[in-house]
């Protein structure tokens, strides 16, 4: 059976270029980039050249970059470590975040560490900078933590404006960029920004490793006690394969980044018009235009009865891989918590379909997953 992969923003597939770059550092490069000999200055070399690329992409400086195990700890860095440092007492945020910023954020909250301001957000995913700025002006020199693209609905979150806002008011701002890492242009220099994050498997790269960016001046402590990796901002022995990989892959999507950008925006406009042709009354959850929306993501909710899941698993049995904006637990629902903030409807938590593009995507694929989405919408209908 073909099978058909449409959930890049969940992990996108490993480059095969990636992987050549990586495969010397498992076997034939051994020892300890923190041991002095010739074997670990190899190891720690490919390390530092790595951390320039990325900086070289990102226009920042080398010593800005730390390598993470992924997108989760490079938040949880962020937020824990502000907080401590600086003795923030204030976070701002929304509950539409990536859990690996909600999740830490609650458990300070939890601690009565700090207290949180929640924007709200509209029925697109967007929130209010008037708001933002309410927030701040009440609670100056806050930690605010907004992502850069939402990795369920794809929308895109003006991070310039909410960055001077941030200044405006002396708050600390974290923004998780991992679903816009390798995909946009970024010049941290020119943002005001005090920490990005990223994982590699988001942007072609290996699973396991990711970076944290903490602009020049900003000190923070560890997440990881231990050794004195990473400048003493990460313990553990380094995995320069994967340190590699990331690298290399980050490089590459930002070379090709017009070429990327031009092809996931014509599956998805493609999508989207078929979409809308094939089966009327669909609709689509958060911002879908360019310039307000990523070309990754696209969050569908079809017509539906209230049959529960079933296209999921239906389009799963036809070889499509896909998420849902909800997730089932033996058969009990617990509807997608971005979905929920955004006010979608009951059908909506039950039956969101959340497609994301891949270089590896083609327009016959497109077609393909549209003629069975049909079929199987009509089925459903049909049983009504
Ligand atoms: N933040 C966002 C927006 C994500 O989409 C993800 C992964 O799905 C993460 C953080 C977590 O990244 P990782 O899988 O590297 O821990």
Redesign the pocket.
Known sequence: MRRVYLDN???TPMDPEVLEQMLPYFCEYGGNPSSTHAHGRRLRNAIEEARRTVAQCLGAAPGEIYFT???????NTAICGAVQAYGLQHIVTTRI??H??THPVEHLEAAGKVSVTWLGVDRHGNISLDELREALASHPRSLVSL?H???ELGTLYDIAAIGEICKQYDALFHS?T??TMGQFAFDLSALHVHFV?A????FYGP??T?FLYIRKGVKIPPLIAGGGQERNMRAGTENPALITGLAFALDKCCRTLEAKNEKLWGLKTHMMRRLQETLPGVTFNGETAPGRSIPTVLSVSPPCNDADCMLLFNLDLVGISVSGGSACNAGAHIGSHVLREIGASDSTLRNAIRFSFGMQNTLEEIDYVISQLQTQVSAMLAEA
């Open positions: 923003a969940a992990s195990s992924g997108g989760t700890e490079a938040d975040e990536h690996a910023v992502m693209a939402n990795n998780d991992v679903q994050t994982s590699a498997h988001k699973k396991g990711g």
